[in-house]
Structures are given as structure tokens and as C-alpha cells.
DNA sequence: TTTTAGTATCTTGCATTACAAGGTATTTAA
DNA sequence: TTAAATACCTTGTAATGCAAGATACTAAAA
């Protein structure tokens, strides 16, 4: 049983994958590449394969909507936002980021 | 298909729960009852059956060791502590924590 | 001695979900 | 009409937190 960096990094990525998609979907409508690439800005890199499957997911929860618009180049896309449920889930994923965050510097300085 | 803000958070908590237990086996070895506290204080709840198999894994990676040590009531508790392979784990895993928080907050600000 | 309560360790089965890999559809230009 | 680019989506796998329950040791009460 190999411990690997790599995969417990994504683990770590996994939790609050959610959380960053909503928070680049909150600053504006975007579609899935605008979404990988802020993430890959932030350096949090995503595949479509993993986000496909979850922004279904939170469409069908009442989270997202979407419309349809036509691109210059090549098929339309499915530009997502935050429905009002949305904007309340997010200030809630705000609230357990920010006691993750503290739980963690808390250990971390315990520590030292 | 129901979006719950306590699976959310559990979602976050996954991922570097390996870290923060880690973080605290690093300052002094600990058994299971103690490690639960720590995480209570830094408001990380686990519960057992989430601890048992995921030190398991570590210790079988290389990453923890572990002593009987006699307790003044009740059965005798494992004591784990880290290796020096495990160490080394612990400031990777350090690092993918700074690259995730920066990550996140970085997303956060574009968003004022 | 037997029972009960408290404290430990550990296992089994389930649900969630990121990811790899592969598939389908639309548009434009050679 | 073919090829390339861009977009959407699905399937199967692996990892892992958690609920629930099992087992074991100790000490004190019945």
C-alpha cells in the first residue's frame, strides 16, 4: 500500500471542489472550460469528466441554472448561475471553509 | 437528490483529515481517545470508525508507528507516533494545505 | 464468582464522488 | 466531404468517511 502525495492532494481538492466551482459561478455566468480555467489559475486542476457529473448534480439539486448560447466558434454552450438557493448554500459552504480553515491553522500552530 | 450543508461539510473535512491528524501525532504521540479531543477542540469531529482504518493505512505505509503502553484504567492503548518517513509526508502534505488555501482564497477575492 | 460499566481496539457494509477513458454532436474551414 | 476544433455527456473504478456493531480488557459492585 503505497502512500502517494499526488492522491492525497486530491483528496484534499475533492471537499472543496464544490465550494470553488460555486464561487466562480457566483462572480459571473461561465461554462465548463471558463470554470477549468480559473481553477487552473488558482492552480486546483480539474477534468471535465469530474465536473460534468457535478454540476448536473447541483443543477438537479436547485443550486444552478443554466442557459443555452450560441458560441462564435464551434457548439453552443451551457453557460451556469447561482439560483437564490445557490447564493444560500454558498454562504453556507462560506461558514464551514472558514471553521475548516481555522480548525486546521489552529492545529497547525499548536504545533509549533 | 437533496443538497445537505452537514454532507457538504463532511466533503471539506475528508480531504485533510489525514493532515490534521498527522499535524497532531507530530507534537507528542497519542492514542485514539486523545486524537478525537484535538480534532474536537479544532472543531473537526470524527468519529471512530473513521480513525481505526485510516490509522491502519498509515501505519502500514510507513507513515505512524505505534507502543503498547499500560493504562491506569482500562485496556492497554496504542500509542502512535510518526517516522521519519512520515515526517517528511507531513511537509508535503503541509504544502498541498498552502496550495489549496491560496487556491480557495485567491477564488474568494475575485469575488468581492 | 458473576455481573455490570467503562474504556479500548477493530471490522463490515454502504454511500459519495473524483477521475480516466471513451462517446456523441455541432461548427467551420480546407 | 473530410478533418479539426470545440462542446456536451456517460460508464466504470477506486478511495474513503461513516454508521453500526463486535470483541476484549479492567475494576468495582452484587
Redesign the interface.
Known sequence: ???N?EN??S??????L???IL??I??KPVYVSDIIN??K????IVVEGTLYPLLS??K????LGYQWQESLQGPPRKYYELTEQGRQ?LA??EE??N??????E???N??I
Open positions: 500500500m503505497a502512500i502525495t492525497a492532494k483528496q484534499m481538492r475533492k471537499g472543496f464544490e465550494y470553488c464561487l466562480i457566483a462572480n480559473e481553477l489559475e488558482a492552480h486546483l448534480r447541483l438537479s439539486s436547485g443550486i448554500f453556507e459552504l464551514s471553509w471553521d475548516i480553515k481555522n480548525g486546521v489552529l492545529l497547525k499548536k504545533n
